[in-house]
């Protein structure tokens, strides 16, 4: 097993900030691909934003990985993709993962009540 380099852990991209307001204008148009990190039991409880696609962040190596036969395709579109979770602590996170897989341009938006507070649209169900 190799040691992780420190001087890559440095080297590597901050997380990419896009305002909540732009992803909901580019959301509307479908210039970028929304992504949940939340667990299930939070979208039953309030919602997501309108058309995001849910990968729990327990699962997103998983299924952000092209390699793996879990992956979700919708991610090879090649749109940037913000992420959100409730409060931006996971998005974070997944932030970094995604980039870890080879995704360039990705973006932590924050939490749900960010993207409501910006106009965003609610789905249920």
């Not at 909540?20 to 667990?39: C, F, P, Y």
């Not at 974070?92 to 360039?104: E, K, N, P, Q």
Request: net charge positive; hydrophobic share 35%; aromatic share 4%.
């Amino acid at each position: 097993m190799s040691k992780k380099d420190p001087s890559r852990e440095q080297n590597r991209p901050a997380a990419k900030k896009l305002s909540v307001h732009n992803a909901v204008e580019m959301g509307k148009s479908g210039e970028v691909i929304l992504l949940d990190v939340r667990d299930h039991n939070e979208i039953a409880s309030t919602g997501k934003a309108k058309g995001a696609l849910h990968i729990p962040l327990f699962l997103l190596n998983q299924q952000a990985d092209p390699r793996h036969p879990e992956f979700k395709s919708a991610l090879s579109s090649g749109k940037p993709i913000a992420v959100y979770c409730a409060s931006g602590a996971r998005s974070g996170v997944a932030v970094r993962t995604l980039s870890g897989l080879g995704f360039s341009e990705v973006h932590n938006i924050g939490g749900l009540a960010h993207w409501r507070a910006a106009g965003g649209e609610i789905e249920r169900g």
